[in-house]
């Protein structure tokens, strides 16, 4: 709260935190489709799964699981996996998205995973992202607007604050 005294009159104003927006990107799926992200994201209401090691990929499968029934209960829900890694040349880029990509024998699932190579530490401080030791879970509006937000493994606590959300209540 911020008091300020102007011409005699005593204002309050409460300080909200800024809200954080998913940052314009250019990336590749892992169909090889270049995409403007957020912008392209297809759901009203798109969840991005951030993950920022190769170690942590069984925690974002933790997400994957139940995310299929969810979308389906809220059709306007869009789920998309993004791989984090800081900026690399082509060539190491190509290796590691054709690994992934062979991982990844499902072309649907391929095409919501997203890889970004950037310079992580604006992409992190601009999204409010403390650590790169745990997966982010952010549903980001149409506008690219994190609206709902968890950290770390799917639990079905976080799986129905998210429901709650998406359902209005």
């Known amino acids: 709260m911020v008091t300020k005294i102007l ?10 935190p800024a809200q954080e927006v998913f940052p314009p990107l250019k990336a590749s799926n892992l169909n090889g ?3 403007a992200i957020p912008a392209e994201f297809e759901g009203d209401f798109n969840l991005v799964l951030i993950a920022f090691q190769r170690k942590q990929q069984d925690n974002v499968n ?3 699981k139940p995310l299929p029934k969810i979308s389906e209960a809220h059709e306007r829900l869009r789920y998309y996996e993004l791989p984090t890694i800081d900026k690399l040349n082509p ?20 095409a919501r995973t997203i890889t970004l190579y950037i310079d992580k530490r604006p ?4 999204l409010n992202l403390a650590a790169e ?9 149409r506008a690219g607007l994190v609206v709902w937000r968890a950290s770390g493994d799917y639990t079905e606590e976080k799986g129905k604050s998210l429901e709650q959300f998406l359902s209005g209540k």
């Open 7 to 16: 011409s005699g009159i005593i204002l309050s104003v409460a300080l909200l």
């Open 62 to 64: 933790t997400w994957l």
């Open 123 to 126: 992409f992190k401080a601009s």
């Open 33 to 35: 489709k270049e995409m």
């Open 91 to 110: 060539i190491t880029r190509w290796f590691i998205n054709n690994g992934m990509r062979s991982g990844i024998p499902d072309k649907t699932q391929r």
């Open 133 to 141: 030791d745990t997966i982010y879970a952010l549903l980001l509006d």
